[in-house]
């Protein structure tokens, strides 16, 4: 499987933004996806993750309420729908599929995307 996200940029606190992670393969619906993140001179850390029949997600407690996952297996794609942004949410932001199906720890996803920078100014 490999991964291309997309849709990073620059905003200011309060933005929205919608990342993208299109998937090549045709059994994209049999692996749970997650994004994670890494901000400068930080280690990589979790942020959302969705199984594969998008019926459980799960999201680290510093975004919970403010960004949604979702997939389209149709389009062998998953989302994250950033909303409410603060500074703190600066980071590269990283696709990743597991065979797990609902993984949190990085070491779990086998196949990961390039990232995608998002930068909040406050």
């Known amino acids: 499987v490999q991964l291309q996200a997309c849709g990073g940029g620059l905003v200011q606190a309060g933005d929205s933004l919608r990342l993208s992670c299109a998937a090549s393969?045709?059994?994209?619906?049999?692996?749970?996806m997650g994004w994670f993140r890494q901000a400068p001179g930080k280690e990589r850390e979790f942020v959302a993750t969705i199984t594969g029949s998008a019926r459980t997600t799960y999201y680290a407690d510093s975004v919970k309420g403010r960004f949604t996952i979702s997939r389209d297996n149709a389009k062998s794609t998953v989302y994250l729908q950033m909303n409410s942004l603060k500074p703190e949410d600066t980071a590269v932001y990283y696709c990743?599929?597991?065979?797990?199906?609902?993984?949190?720890?990085?070491?779990?996803?086998?196949?990961w995307g390039q990232g995608t920078q998002v930068t909040v100014s406050s």
């Open positions: 393969g045709r059994t994209f619906s049999s692996y749970g």
């Open positions: 990743a599929g597991n065979k797990v199906a609902f993984a949190i720890s990085a070491s779990l996803y086998s196949y």
